[in-house]
């Protein structure tokens, strides 16, 4: 039988097949991605093959080839890496200026990560009812800045149906990762959007005005008229996996558009004599912010980098 994986609870997986029949499934023995070192050898989103024995329990016995995947480096593990989602049509990246803060280093690292998977980002800037002034000075400069890179960006409060249901046409018949910081909104959004989700929330740690963990598992949530949206625990850090140092340019559009110019090809855009990219940030035509990730994803071989929560 075939079917699609919808949960993952790390330990167990819920596979539907075309019918509707849901599977709770095991891995048959010490199966494992080629090639990839994963901590998660089945991801929700993938396609796979089922079976089911004589006393009746089922396991994954197959994967389908994967069109794409979001991947980022195990938490714990520096030579593994974890997949949060297989097979999407795009990610929704929920971010906060506040409340807590998303960093754009963090943002960064998800947007080049899903350029160099070919997965199309929307950034939703959340809460934005509990900005001061400044703070709404400040997100307008961000929307500003990664719309002229040209991503997407939505502003919603999540307990305002209002705002939240501008994402719905973007949804609709898709594949969606909704992925961020834990305390972003995640799962107060998928509540308003999806009343009969009844997903957990929890305040933010007022002293350290963090988020805290209340999705422990990925699913994938129908949404009325089709499509699907992946909700993910939140992530404190995103170590990014498996990139070259001369690839990663190429997740920065506005880094690769410019690097053409340089003088020399395997310009690493950090130091070399006539450098486009050096040029223009020191311009102002490319961001102070994006040059900084672009320099601490270059830091990740360095052993021990991606350990800090970005």
Known sequence: MHGLVVK?????????????????????????LRGIRSTNPVAVGDHVTISVNAEGRAFITEIADRRNYIIRRAA???KQSHILAANVDQALLVVTVNHPETSTIFVDRFLAS????????ILAFNKADLLTDDEQQRQQQLIQLYENIG???LT???????????????????????SGNSGVGKSTLLNT??????????????AHNKG??????SEMLPLEGGGWVIDTPGIKGFGTFDMEREELTGYFPELFATAKQCRFANCTHTHEPGCAVLQ??????????????????LDDKEEGKYREAY
């Open 8 to 32: 993952n609870t790390g330990s167990w997986y819920i596979v539907q097949t075309a019918d509707g029949t849901r599977f709770e499934c095991k891995v048959k023995g010490n199966f494992r």
């Open 76 to 78: 714990n593990l520096s």
């Open 151 to 153: 991503y997407r960006c």
């Open 156 to 178: 919603t409060v999540a307990t305002a149906p209002d705002t939240c249901q501008q994402l719905m046409p973007l949804l609709h018949d898709k594949v969606s990762l909704l």
């Open 280 to 297: 223009a940030v020191e311009q102002g035509q490319i961001a102070l912010s994006r040059y900084a990730s672009y320099l601490s994803m």
């Open 212 to 217: 805290m963990h209340t999705t422990t598992f």
């Open 114 to 121: 899903a350029e160099a998977y070919r997965v199309p980002v």
């Open 193 to 206: 959007l999806l009343p009969h989700a009844n997903l957990r929330t929890a305040p933010l740690s007022e």
